[in-house]
């Protein structure tokens, strides 16, 4: 058995969505400074890093991140190479027999981007609207992606987090999925419970027999 983490290190210099809080990590009390332990404050968006998002994130009156059932975020999941593609369209996801019921963690050339910059990359590769359409089709459960946001950047009326989330579908941010290879494996992604949030960064793992 290989277990994989996905998830990016948070840290003080890591990439992070432009407009959300910066990451800040500092020591409240050091052992250096002569306190009994060492004790740290941090500072975090709800979509930091390696996240999930909740319907409550777009969608009014939506569940909060406290309220995905766990079955949701153990299970299967299938790893989808997007190889150079500058988005995920209909048409790709036609070409892979999408079974389903499903559960999809995208790979892409982000995970590049996620593992070697700390400044945020604009034109990361995304969701289309027509693809996330066909996902809702396909009965999804969950979609996962390799940068901070699944939807394209600068977009207007977030079509792809509101048909999705409206859907309860979950979706996972933040991935890097470098080590992964395409194929099925199992997953675990726990985000941190927190009452009537939005969203939580997550510990994400994926399983290999």
Request: charge should be negative; include cysteine.
């Amino acid at each position: 058995m290989r277990i994989i983490d996905v998830s990016i290190p948070i840290s003080n210099d890591m990439v992070y969505f432009p407009g959300d809080p910066k990451p800040q990590i500092s020591r409240v009390y050091s052992m250096e400074n002569k306190d009994p332990a060492n004790v740290s404050k941090i500072i975090l968006s709800s979509h930091t890093g390696t996240h999930i998002d909740a319907p409550a994130h777009f969608i009014k009156n939506g569940n909060t991140i406290d309220k995905i059932p766990l079955e949701r975020l153990i299970g299967k999941v299938r790893v989808l190479d997007v190889g150079k593609e500058d988005s995920i369209t209909k048409k790709f996801l036609e070409s892979k027999d999408i079974q389903y019921n499903e559960r999809i963690f995208f790979k892409t050339k982000n995970s590049w981007y996620l593992k070697r910059d700390t400044k945020f990359f604009k034109n990361f590769v995304y969701l289309s609207a027509d693809a996330a359409e066909y996902l809702v089709e396909k009965k999804v459960e969950v979609v996962g992606i390799d940068y901070l946001s699944i939807e394209e950047f600068n977009s207007n009326n977030f079509p792809v987090h509101r048909l999705l989330l409206s859907n309860d579908v979950v979706i996972v941010e933040g991935l890097c999925l470098l080590d992964v290879n395409e194929g099925r494996y199992k997953y675990v992604a726990l985000p941190l419970k927190i009452e009537e949030c939005d969203g939580a960064p997550a510990r994400v793992i994926i399983i290999e027999d």
